[in-house]
């Protein structure tokens, strides 16, 4: 039986890697729900450059766009009304404002709806904050899946060094604590671990034997 995967954790956790990793060793469709949040941080970004925006002025951008995902060799891809931003969702200045735009709860109801409707035929893996607590409280099998700041830090860095992003680390971690701050103190639907979830501390694992936990724990 394909089962519900839920995977919560904060900033820079390795959740998408390994998530999209075991997603596709089960045969399993991965759903990467922060990207849907980061898409309309660009989409504000684009619409307001100087980043001088209201709650409200977010929410109203929300209620007009159209999110699509898509997969292709099993990454997902993701559109803002019909342009791949996949990319572009990654910059540091769509995450520096993205946890001012995913707290707002009209933004959030609307990717919540969207989430749910694609998880419904099972078979699913999917990762973010609110996953077990919120937008999935059934799913079969939930995680919260989490490593030491300092070792997440040195992770997101060296991602964003592959891709060409000259940033300090020791900035990149003030900023990966102060999101996760922003996620975990926020009214609506906050970064919590359910009780019912496993701990999977990945510090001192490498890729694969985090993958390995992860898949003996759906299996
Ligand atoms: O990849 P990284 O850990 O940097 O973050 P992400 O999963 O891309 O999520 C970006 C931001 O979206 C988070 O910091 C949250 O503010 C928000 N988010 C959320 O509120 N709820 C989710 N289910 C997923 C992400």
Known sequence: MKKVVAIDGPAGAGKSTLAKRAAQKLGYVYIDTGAMYRSVA???LQEYGDGKFTDEDVAAVADN???TLS???GSQRIAVDGTDVSEAIRTPEVTAIVSRVAAIGRVRRKMVDLQQKMAADGGVIMDGRDIASKVLPNADVKIFLTASIEERANRRYREMKEKGFEIDLTKLQEEIA???KADSERE???LVRVPEAILLDTTNMNL???EAAIIKLVE
């Open 208 to 210: 694969d034997e985090a």
């Open 42 to 44: 660009w989409k504000m």
């Open 65 to 67: 766009l159209t999110v």
């Open 71 to 73: 997969y292709e060799n």
């Open 178 to 180: 102060a999101r996760d």
């Open 188 to 190: 609506e639907s906050p």
